[in-house]
């Protein structure tokens, strides 16, 4: 069990660009979710998959954000189009459908210029 | 909607005392609760969570947090603080399975003073 990873772990891109992270869950997770956190404040719900399907957006998820997980393993999110502020640390977290306990990655920290 | 209130976005105590971090939750339905620690440039890590059985929850590094329905509180505390429980804790909740998405509180900033 190696636990959530997330790459890149840091970015930094200018208004405008495209950016796309990653997330590999823990194998066998069959649950995936994305969180935005912004300086000084608690995680907040983006959207979440389970296995390859998307389950629920928030509304924080503008036409900007998409979020994939192909094959029900990784998962990707994009944002096109960035703007200053979408600055923020994105979190992934995976779990078991039926428990309770979500495991959170490192985290990749979106600095846009 | 569910939510979550965090007294004090920031919370100093000195080495060896009493820690308490206080949360209070709103949920239309019993609710699942969470306290996740997260250090400096890291994820969130998991230090209890209640899940309706007792109420009074043992975690990791010595927390422990008592849930009271008729105050809508989970509040998290420590006898004994120690320099590395600095650190930011979150409180979370999770409406019907508990399996769904979080909500998170605004967090606590915890410094210990040696």
């Known amino acids: 069990d190696t636990g959530v990873s997330q790459n890149p772990r840091h970015k930094i891109t200018k208004r405008g660009q495209n950016v796309t992270f990653r997330c590999d869950p823990i194998s066998e997770h069959n649950r995936l979710y994305w969180y935005r956190q912004t300086l000084g404040q608690g995680p907040e719900f983006l959207t979440y998959?389970?296995?390859?399907?998307?389950?629920?957006k928030s509304r924080l998820l503008s036409d900007r954000f998409s979020a994939e997980r192909p094959k029900g393993s990784f998962s990707t999110l994009e944002i096109q189009r960035t703007e200053q502020g979408d600055s923020a640390m994105y979190l992934c977290?995976?779990?078991?459908?039926?428990?309770?306990?979500?495991?959170f990655g490192p985290g990749t920290r979106l600095t846009v210029l | 909607a569910q939510s979550v209130t965090q007294l004090g976005s920031h919370v100093s105590v000195s080495e060896g005392a009493l820690v308490l971090l206080r949360c209070n939750y709103s949920?239309?339905?019993?609710?699942?609760l969470f306290w996740y620690v997260q250090y400096p440039n890291q994820g969130l890590q998991l230090l209890l969570k209640?899940?309706?059985?007792?109420?009074l929850v043992k975690g990791i590094n010595g927390f422990e947090a008592e849930f009271k329905k008729s105050e809508t509180s989970f509040h998290l505390t420590k006898p004994s603080a120690h320099m590395s429980d600095a650190a930011e804790y979150f409180c979370?909740?999770?409406?019907?399975?508990?399996?769904?998405?979080?909500?998170f509180g605004k967090g606590t900033r915890l410094s210990v003073i040696a």
């Open positions: 209640y899940t309706s059985a007792a109420t």
């Open positions: 979370a909740v999770s409406e019907g399975s508990g399996n769904t998405p979080l909500v």
């Open positions: 998959f389970q296995n390859e399907a998307q389950l629920e």
């Open positions: 949920s239309s339905v019993p609710p699942y």
């Open positions: 977290a995976s779990s078991i459908a039926g428990e309770t306990t979500q495991y």
